[in-house]
């Protein structure tokens, strides 16, 4: 079975009736850079920048970030490459955040993060020169409202005019009820939205993300999946395009849900994207 799928990297991501579904890999790392383009993926979705700083002791600096993205970008010269800006969310937070405290919840890092603008600023700056030659496009997660974003879009804004380049495409994570709620100024706000499923299904369901019942299958709930019927219908209206990358994108019986309801671009693990390619292909 594996080796069909694999003989079928060529063909094109299409249902049968003839809609394209954009595959876009979920990466971290170089050599996940690399299993992205051998599968067939059609470019990076979503490229998660915080592993490496999980430990660390202060905001990264632009030369840490530097590093760590330089080797990553390296094989993604000419490819659509969505950089994902650090997402310190409570279950993923470093020493300096936690003050040494494990039990404390801090909430979302998106907050502390603009209370650091210049930490933010060295992060844009990064990204950008390291990422010039993709095609690059920049998401910040956990966004709760459509002030945030224009925050967000004004440190990118002179974050690009210090580096010499026109700012790229600003998108908004929505992965918070929050944001479900202010889906239409965000959608006005924004140049493309893609759904964080993985946490917007806990946190619509009330599940803890470490919690065992807490699996991608649970995003076709009723309630999950109105919630994303809002956010396609308000991009669709703004002329966006909608991404789907919680691990949601990458299960068989969702599929289905979410490409009826109008996602346009699913980006998922390395490693399922023949799978999912196979899938979108049998859907009428
Ligand atoms: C998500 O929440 O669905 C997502 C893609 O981000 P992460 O899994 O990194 O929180
Ligand atoms: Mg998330």
Redesign the pocket.
Same mark, same amino acid.
């Given at each position: 079975r594996k080796a069909t799928l694999v003989a079928e990297r060529g063909l094109p991501s299409v249902t049968r009736s003839g809609r394209r579904i954009v595959l876009r890999a979920?990466i971290a790392t170089p050599s996940d850079a690399q299993a992205a383009l051998t599968a067939g993926a059609d470019g990076v979705g979503?490229l998660?920048t915080e592993l490496p700083f999980l430990d660390a002791r202060s905001w990264p600096s632009y030369a840490q970030h530097t590093a760590a993205l330089v080797p990553i970008f390296r094989c993604l010269a000419g490819q659509s490459v969505t950089v994902r800006t650090l +997402?310190y969310?409570d279950d993923k937070l470093p020493p300096f955040l936690t003050n040494g405290r494990s039990d404390q919840r801090l909430g979302r890092g998106l907050p502390l993060m603009l209370a650091e603008p210049d930490a933010f600023a060295d992060q844009f700056r990064a990204i950008l020169t390291a990422g010039a030659a993709t095609d690059l496009k920049i998401m910040i997660?956990m966004i709760a409202s459509a002030v945030e974003l224009a925050v967000c879009r004004d440190l990118l804004t002179k974050a690009a005019a210090d580096v010499g380049v026109t700012p790229p495409p600003l998108g908004a994570?929505i992965?918070l009820p929050e944001a479900v709620a202010d889906i239409e100024a965000i959608a006005a706000a924004a140049d493309f939205l893609s759904i964080?499923?993985? +946490?917007?299904t806990c946190q619509i369901l009330g599940l803890d993300r470490r919690d065992p019942a807490a699996t991608p299958a649970m995003a076709a709930h009723p309630d999950v999946q109105q919630a994303i019927a809002a956010v396609v219908a308000a991009a669709h209206q703004h002329g966006l395009l909608v991404s789907v990358?919680?691990?949601a994108a990458a299960h068989a019986d969702v599929i289905p849900l979410l490409v009826a309801v109008g996602c346009d671009i699913l980006s998922v693990a390395p490693s399922v994207v023949d799978e999912v390619r196979a899938r979108v292909r049998q859907l009428e």
């Open positions: 979920n979503l998660r +997402d969310a997660p994570m992965e964080g499923s993985n +946490d917007l990358c919680g691990d």
